[in-house]
């Protein structure tokens, strides 16, 4: 399969989080983000200002993240993407962190067998 170069890409990838939920237990919830396919150059941008502390896990997710799927409003119904409920998703803990290690995580690749 012949490799095609695109100037703008993006994809979907699942991210899991656990949330606290009532009798000290946690629940594994998974939806997909879609994340823009960002250039190898602003990925060594983003890993060095993210090491000196200059980028958020939040501020991570705004860049790369364009769409989703599998997350609901409190009665059930599919939740369109918009900045605004993006922004709000991105307010509850533990979630910024969770996107922004999904994006890392795709860009690794393959796991090589030794």
Request: glycine content about 8%; hydrophobic content about 40%; aromatic content about 8%.
């Amino acid at each position: 399969m012949a490799f095609v170069l695109k100037s703008s890409n993006s994809y979907f990838w699942p991210v899991t989080v656990e949330v606290p939920v009532s009798g000290g237990k946690w629940e594994k919830t998974t939806f997909d983000i879609e994340f823009q396919d960002l250039s190898q150059s602003r990925l060594q941008e983003i890993a060095e200002l993210s090491g000196e502390g200059a980028l958020s896990d939040v501020d991570i997710a705004k860049e790369v993240m364009s769409g989703w799927s599998g997350i609901v409003d409190a009665e059930g119904d599919d939740l369109p993407y918009s900045i605004s409920a993006r922004d709000q998703l991105l307010d509850q803990p533990m979630l910024a962190s969770a996107i922004a290690s999904a994006y890392i995580d795709s860009k690794q690749g393959a796991k090589r067998k030794n």
